[in-house]
């Protein structure tokens, strides 16, 4: 079956713009996750959906980052007034059902952020 | 103190060798621990997770996890070039609800012919 996926594999943009990276979980994943890997760091969680809400924003670097999750399904992370800081590749993943300590989670290939 | 560690390596083993990869973590409360691999330009897959103290094996994968040290390691019999990859070690910090999982900066290993 399909994987997740996410939409642009690439996006530069200018210091200043907004973007929009989209994610399309595994079909019947009520749980997904963004996370963003900056050079030479480790995978940085940001926010976690289960169905719709978002019980845990707590990584999210600052108000100018947010994300939603419409039909239990695609989520988009919208990043406003991007900074060069803000350069990394951004991962989804989804899980079955987000509820269990084991829950395995399976990543998209991830959007690489450039911002000049 | 970081809440996973990991050493960056590179560690570099010759083909057929037995592959140790270590990984602490500091969050006594901690259930559940997984290692993922990650090629270069490429997303994390998961090889295993544990989450009971001991050994759990899938073919050459040996996972061990010993929640009164606080380490988890993941060994790979007969090295082969194909598992030349960064390793990452996640951990989920929150027992019940929520699957977040927190990271080290991952393990490069480099199997040589």
């Known amino acids: 079956g399909a994987g997740v996926s996410q939409s642009p594999s690439n996006k530069v943009t200018e210091k200043g713009k907004d973007v929009e990276l989209r994610c399309d979980p595994i079909s019947g994943h009520t749980a997904l996750y963004w996370y963003r890997q900056s050079l030479g760091q480790g995978l940085e969680f940001l926010i976690y959906?289960?169905?719709?809400?978002?019980?845990?924003k707590s990584g999210l670097p600052s108000d100018r980052f947010s994300a939603e999750r419409t039909g239990g399904s695609v989520s988009t992370l919208t990043i406003q007034r991007t900074q060069q800081e803000d350069s990394a590749v951004y991962l989804c993943?989804?899980?079955?059902?987000?509820?269990?300590?084991?829950?395995?989670?399976?990543f998209g290939p991830g959007t690489r952020l450039t911002v000049l | 103190q970081k809440e996973v560690e990991q050493n960056s390596g590179p560690l570099s083993v010759p083909e057929g060798a037995i592959a140790s990869l270590n990984c602490t973590y500091s969050?006594?409360?901690?259930?559940?621990f997984f290692w993922y691999r990650q090629y270069s330009g490429k997303s994390p897959e998961l090889i295993m997770f544990i989450y009971s103290n001991g050994d759990k094996e899938d073919g050459r994968f040996t996972a061990q996890l010993n929640k009164a040290s606080q380490y988890v390691s993941l060994l790979i019999r007969d090295s082969q070039p194909s598992d030349s990859a960064t390793y990452l070690c996640?951990?989920?910090?929150?027992?019940?609800?929520?699957?977040?999982?927190?990271f080290g900066t991952g393990t490069q290993l480099k199997v040589e012919l």
């Open positions: 993943a989804s899980s079955l059902a987000g509820t269990s300590g084991t829950d395995e989670q399976f």
């Open positions: 969050d006594r409360g901690s259930q559940s």
């Open positions: 959906f289960q169905g719709n809400s978002a019980p845990d």
């Open positions: 996640a951990v989920n910090p929150y027992p019940g609800g929520g699957n977040k999982l927190t």
